[in-house]
């Protein structure tokens, strides 16, 4: 009987191999099919962005329209506008790299914020920005005028919102700080994010209709849990407890670009741990962002996932600037690295507790970056030669263009001068991480419902497997009970199969 046992064994495992496979390679729902075809787009729209800046310098154009025209494609998509602030919906359609189809709050009302308290996060005052970013409709929402926003807990916005800061001088800091978790389509745009603090065990509402007890928060600038299409842009982060921003669980489809990042340790966390495969989906662009005064490490440090780190200025850190473990893909292109001083930190790029054995296999790749000041990026993998030969079918737009190309990095007007420093009226210190080997918190999951994986076999989920792999799974467990009859039922069995093949 044991034979029969472990042939019937054997066939079965052959057959659910498939579904085996499939479960041990996850992919998200909004993952995209192709990451080289996107890194090929936003290289494209880069050179026709500096192509145009460069022609009508060339024909010494006396149009208004070469003085706001930096190269910059995100920037030159909508600051050209005179009548920007009665347009300020075009923004949505200027985003670039993975998280490009965030839609924000297109199409919907303008929300203008003219309270900047926060009393009480599970009934926020209409006026405030907690009462705005968890209304259930889309939402184009700015600011009356400047404003110091002090939240006492973290904010938790909806989906389908864009926070304007522009024409305002807007600061979020306090308890939190700001959370994106379990949503989608969200751009957050010209915001100072600094001196963040955990707070929690508390009840704080979601939606008009939704309020939930949450955990104590991390003390991130932002965090981002299970979202996806997702666009941070032009905003100024520093000085957090935790990260400027993390992004854990599964979350895709987001670019990082045009911001000024200063006075932290770990600045950019990108992966749950190294055990959570949904995070094998993660893809962000990270573009045009000044990485300046008194940064550490982590920018990022990346788990799984594939990450595009173009055309950004990293003038400080002490540890590392990149940074990975559990195999992550990480395309370097057209960026500026200036090591520190530090004769023992002058390596770009960390793999964090990883033998070397394994991580010569990991895709790191450095094409086009101008390394400053005895800066060394170490490259690995086979992508070398073979994984990025269609993203790089257009050249990264040289290094020599950062200055240029992040000008503006930062909120606009705001301070971002490496030699002047920054600071904020009321505010001293800076905030403390982890040790780089730490695993993210889940101290703000209080509210989760805990269904990690919802996203990933839900109804947002990929097609089912096509008729050819259902075919072939059924035919393997129809040869499995063939068997299973013939081993124990003897030849008799045979008279059988008629009747069990027209089943």
Not at 337 to 356: F, G, H, I, M, Q
Not at 392 to 409: F, R
Not at 484 to 492: A, C, E, F, K, V
Request: hydrophobic share 35%; glycine share 10%; proline share 5%.
């Amino acid at each position: 009987m044991l034979p029969n046992t472990c042939i019937l064994f054997f066939c079965l495992f052959a057959s659910l191999s498939p579904l085996i496979i499939a479960t041990l390679n996850l992919t998200l729902p909004y993952q995209h099919p192709n990451p080289e075809a996107v890194v090929q787009e936003v290289q494209r729209r880069l050179n026709v962005s500096i192509h145009r800046r460069q022609m009508l310098a060339t024909n010494q154009s006396k149009d208004q329209t070469l003085s706001c025209l930096t190269g910059n494609p995100i920037d030159d998509c909508w600051r050209c506008d005179p009548d920007w602030a009665n347009n300020r919906q075009r923004l949505a359609d200027c985003a670039i790299g993975f998280g490009r189809g965030a839609l924000g709050g297109k199409g919907g009302p303008i929300y203008v914020v003219t309270d900047s308290s926060d009393h009480d996060a599970a009934n926020p005052t209409p006026g405030t920005l907690r009462h705005a970013v968890i209304q259930t409709e889309p939402l184009w929402i700015i600011f009356s005028t400047n404003m110091l926003i002090k939240l006492k807990y973290e904010l938790i916005v909806n989906s389908f919102k864009t926070i304007d800061g522009r024409g305002a001088n807007v600061h979020i800091t306090g308890g939190g700080c700001i959370m994106l978790q379990d949503i989608s389509n969200v751009i957050i745009h010209n915001i100072h994010v600094h001196h963040c603090i955990p707070t929690g065990n508390t009840n704080i509402r979601s939606t008009p209709t939704h309020v939930g007890h949450r955990g104590m928060s991390d003390g991130d600038g932002i965090s981002i849990f299970a979202a996806r299409n997702l666009w941070i842009d032009h905003c100024s982060l520093s000085y957090c407890t935790d990260g400027l921003i993390d992004a854990i669980m599964g979350s895709t489809a987001i670019t990082i670009s045009n911001n000024y990042f200063s006075h932290h340790d770990e600045v950019m966390l990108l992966g749950h741990n190294d055990n959570y495969l949904p995070d094998s989906g993660m893809q962000v662009t990270i573009a045009f962002n000044h990485f300046g005064e008194a940064l550490v490490q982590r920018m990022p440090r990346c788990r799984h996932g594939y990450i595009h780190v173009v055309n950004n200025d990293f003038t400080e850190w002490k540890m590392y600037a990149i940074g990975g473990s559990a195999s992550p893909t990480i395309n370097s292109q057209g960026n500026r690295y200036t090591a520190p001083s530090d004769p023992d930190a002058k390596e770009v790029t960390k793999r964090v507790e990883t033998d070397e054995r394994e991580w010569t296999e990991w895709n790191w790749r450095t094409d086009g970056d101008i390394l400053v000041n005895g800066a060394f990026f170490v490259p690995s993998g086979e992508g070398l030669n073979t994984q990025y030969a269609k993203a790089s079918s257009l050249q990264p737009m040289s290094a020599s263009y950062i200055s240029q190309l992040t000008m503006n990095a930062g909120v606009f007007g705001g301070p971002r001068d490496d030699t002047m420093g920054i600071s904020y009226p009321g505010f001293t210190g800076s905030g403390t991480g982890t040790t780089d080997s730490g695993t993210a918190g889940s101290g703000s999951t209080g509210g989760s419902n805990g269904d990690y994986f919802g996203m990933i076999f839900g109804s947002g989920a990929p097609p089912p497997p096509s008729s050819t792999s259902t075919r072939t799974i059924f035919l393997s467990i129809l040869i499995v009970l063939i068997l299973y009859i013939i081993t124990n039922h003897g030849d008799g069995a045979l008279l059988s199969l008629p009747l069990l093949l027209l089943i």
